[in-house]
């Protein structure tokens, strides 16, 4: 959620009211099934059609875009117009490459939207530095949770991945306070006949700032929009994981309060796009269209023709759902952080002494208590007085009730309890982007750090740093489930080889698995705000060559093509050479890269080239 989640949605609770531009509400209807559709598919056939074709549309924008991109990387010895030719004639070969935002508050949504900026050929300061042009030949991008990535893909989705700086002049940020009339809308969806829950109203509260109304267009009715018909942007992503009721298996909860269980290998991640809502691997494997969420299925078919739900899928519910973490919240707050904590924010990820440890909790405590007791009344009573229990999730009718391909245990549950994927144990949104049918060849992973609830931008600079736990868990569950992905270095290498602080490659030796480049948060300067974070993302890479070595290693490796002398040179110093690190691992609080007294003009003069780590013993002397 948002740093001023708490305070803007009282307010807006509250009954303060200004006038704002917002268009017609359009609530979900029931109306006739589609005769032709297929409701439910396996997950074993693969990608559905529609993504197929829309990957026929995509490639030859992908091509030139790589185009462009390397013209300006400009890798020495690399002939780009004959590797073009080939890709053009070979579409297996084409590249994918993908980006995942995590989530992590304002702080992740400003600083997962300047990763995408610095990547971004429509961005000056990004063609200047010749990293421009990466995010154009991206085909998929995934967002995670509290706001952050969530916030950050949906935002670029609905617009139609404008540039960063139209979206942030445009307003898509703003941190006004939502109208209280904003929630009208969900008057009209109770008396339409549906039931709400808390996604509902913090998806509300979320998709306001994005301007495009009270519910935003609904997430499937993108793929019908000329950006996505002629592959111009990404197929965007978000992820979800679920609460099991009570009685199934799996089933884990607090005081009625259902959430994950807490073992990262066996979780089921939800993705939705603008196509399908499913799960490849755990309790679904299966899929739906997000076009038709919120109808009644069994056995994969509608219960009555004549009540198929459309507009469910509003970017607003979308949003919310992967947002649902509020009675986790209260979980965590009741048992003063010993239950239902996010995977990131565990005490014991934090490589800090116990006093600051300390003073985090009772930070987060404060914070939580604040939501606790002052905003989640208001919202319960705007949901018809009703418990967390009952409605602290995504709820939204099980399109799997009866399907056999499913789990048991989820044929025979009616509602979907959808809360926020960080909850378990997947930080990073990497789990859709790596399913073997997408045929990932580059991913590019923008975790974030931060620990503190509601706290300003500053306070995460001082803790909650990541140490690499949560790709481990994300490599953990891949090999639980069959899923190509690097070998990882464990903690300690991590934060011994400043992995956490500058971006390093995973993979390089590997062919068979996404070639993944981890660029964690770092500090740079005191001015945290959005100006701030995107410029270190865009100054942070002036290792430019290697990022475009890496977006055409697995295509030259399977068109059995040389690799660039100075890629391989790129891949030695910046990729993890499959060595642990002895000794014991530093206590990481990353001093500011500026002092703090220095003025915002001083600040906005720098450029800051990072001193990578000393892994690779010629790092000063190549060229990348
Ligand atoms: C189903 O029919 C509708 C309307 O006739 C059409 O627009 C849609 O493309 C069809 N869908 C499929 C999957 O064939
Ligand atoms: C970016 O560069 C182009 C080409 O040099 C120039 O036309 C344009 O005005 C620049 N945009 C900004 C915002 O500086
Ligand atoms: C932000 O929203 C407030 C309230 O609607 C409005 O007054 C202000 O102009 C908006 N700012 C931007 C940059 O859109
Ligand atoms: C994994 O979780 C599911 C429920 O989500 C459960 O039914 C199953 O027993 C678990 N498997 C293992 C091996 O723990
Ligand atoms: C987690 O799930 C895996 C199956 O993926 C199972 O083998 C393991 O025992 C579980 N761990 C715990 C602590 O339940
Ligand atoms: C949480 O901490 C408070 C204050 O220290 C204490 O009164 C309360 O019993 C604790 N609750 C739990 C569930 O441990
Ligand atoms: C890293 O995080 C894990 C998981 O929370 C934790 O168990 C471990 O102690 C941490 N290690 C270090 C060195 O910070
Ligand atoms: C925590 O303790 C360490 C050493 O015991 C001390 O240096 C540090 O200043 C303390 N931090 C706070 C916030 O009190
Ligand atoms: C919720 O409770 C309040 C106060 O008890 C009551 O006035 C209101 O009518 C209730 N609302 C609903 C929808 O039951
Ligand atoms: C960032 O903060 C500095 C110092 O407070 C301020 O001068 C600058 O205008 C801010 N930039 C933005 C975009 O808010
Ligand atoms: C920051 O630097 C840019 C050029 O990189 C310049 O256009 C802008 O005016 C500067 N802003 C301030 C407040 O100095
Ligand atoms: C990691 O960074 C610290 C602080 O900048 C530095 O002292 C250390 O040498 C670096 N370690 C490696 C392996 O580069």
Known sequence: ?????????????????????????????????????????????????????????????????????????????????????????????VPVIGQSFSGGGTRATIGRIGFYQSFDSRYNKSVAAKTGGLSQATTYVAGRTVSGGCEATMALAINDFTDVQTLVTGGAFNNS??????????ELKAKAGFNLSISDVV???????????????????????????????????????????????????????????????????????????GS????????????????????????????????????????????????????????NNTVGEFSRRKRAELAYPANETEIEDQKQAQSLGVFVTEVLPGILTLLGNATIQEVGYGLVANPFL?????????QKQATLA??????????????PLIQPARKMDFLLVFPSPTLSFFTDLSSSFKSGWMNGTNL?????????????FPKLPNVNTFLINNYTLAPVFFGCNEPEVPLVLFVADAPYSAYSNATTVMRRSHTNFQQHRANACGSILRSLERLGQPIPDQCTLCFKQHCWQ?????????FVAPALLLSPSTTFAQWNATTWTPAFSATAPNASTTGS
Do not use: H
Request: aromatic fraction near 10%; proline fraction near 8%.
């Open 1 to 93: 959620m948002r740093a001023t989640y708490s305070s803007t949605l009282a307010i807006a609770l509250g009954g303060s009211v200004f006038a704002a531009a917002v268009s017609p509400p359009t609530p979900p209807a029931y109306g006739a099934c589609p005769s032709n559709a297929t409701y439910v598919r396996p997950a074993s056939e693969g990608l559905s059609p529609e993504e197929s074709t829309w990957l026929d549309w995509r490639r030859p924008q992908v091509v030139s875009a790589l185009q462009s991109y390397l013209t300006l990387a400009a890798i020495p010895g690399f002939d780009v117009s004959a590797y073009i030719s080939t890709l053009s004639a070979t579409s297996s070969a």
């Open 177 to 186: 306070a939502v109208p209280s009339s904003a929630y009208e809308i969900l």
């Open 203 to 277: 998806g509300v509260n979320e998709i306001f700032y994005a301007a495009k109304g009270l519910l935003g267009p609904t997430f499937s009715s993108l793929f019908s929009s000329a950006a996505y018909t002629n592959g111009s942007v990404p197929l965007p992503f978000l992820i979800m994981a679920e609460g099991i009721p009570q009685g199934l298996p799996g089933s884990n909860s607090y005081n009625g309060i259902l959430f994950p269980v807490n073992n990262a290998t066996n979780q089921t991640i939800y993705e939705i796009s603008p196509i399908e809502f």
């Open 280 to 335: 490849w691997q755990g309790r679904a494997k299966a899929f739906t269209p997000t076009s038709l969420l919120g109808t009644t299925l069994n056995a994969g078919v509608p219960v009555n023709q004549s009540e198929c739900v459309t507009g469910w899928d509003s970017s607003a519910w979308v949003l919310g759902a992967a947002l649902s973490a509020q009675a986790d919240w209260v979980v965590i707050q009741d048992t």
């Open 402 to 410: 009866g399907y056999t391909n499913s789990e048991v245990g989820l």
């Open 418 to 431: 959808l809360v926020d994927a960080g909850e378990s144990g997947q930080e990073s949104p990497i789990w």
């Open 472 to 484: 481990i868990n994300t490599a953990s569950m891949a090999i639980a489930n069959n899923v190509p």
């Open 578 to 586: 499959g060595e642990m690190a002895t000794g014991t691992p530093p």
